[in-house]
């Protein structure tokens, strides 16, 4: 069974900074795949960025510029660094691994951005 536990989200005030990370403990192979999904109050999930083992990365349009997504491979922990934050990006956080045709999921971290 793969968890993935994530941390860093918080209170802050639009045009400033958090840092969100995740990690999975336990495992002990290489996670190919790792990315942050959000989930704001009345949307769907959204995929936020995402990042392979060989750094390739991939950002929606919304974050692209503010967002930078980050991984420790030796550590599986996947870092997603949000600057200029803007209240539309007050959400439900989630981690995301695919593994063997699985979907794993953190259990979302909260970040609320006050105008």
């Known amino acids: 069974q793969v968890q993935l536990v994530e941390s860093g989200g918080g209170l802050v005030q639009a045009g400033g900074s958090l840092k969100l990370s995740c990690t999975a403990p336990?495992?002990?192979?290489?996670?190919?795949?790792m990315g942050w999904y959000r989930q704001a109050p009345g949307k769907q999930r959204e995929l936020v960025a995402a990042?392979?083992?060989?750094?390739?990365?991939n950002y929606a349009d919304s974050v692209k510029g503010r967002f930078t997504i980050s991984r420790d491979n030796a550590k599986n922990t996947v870092y997603l660094q949000m600057n200029s934050l803007k209240s539309e990006d007050t959400a439900v956080y989630y981690c995301?691994?695919?593994?063997?045709?699985?979907?794993?999921w953190g259990k979302g971290t909260l970040v609320t951005v006050s105008s």
């Open positions: 995301y691994a695919p593994l063997a045709g699985m979907h794993y």
């Open positions: 336990g495992v002990n192979f290489s996670i190919n795949a």
């Open positions: 990042i392979t083992s060989g750094g390739n990365t």
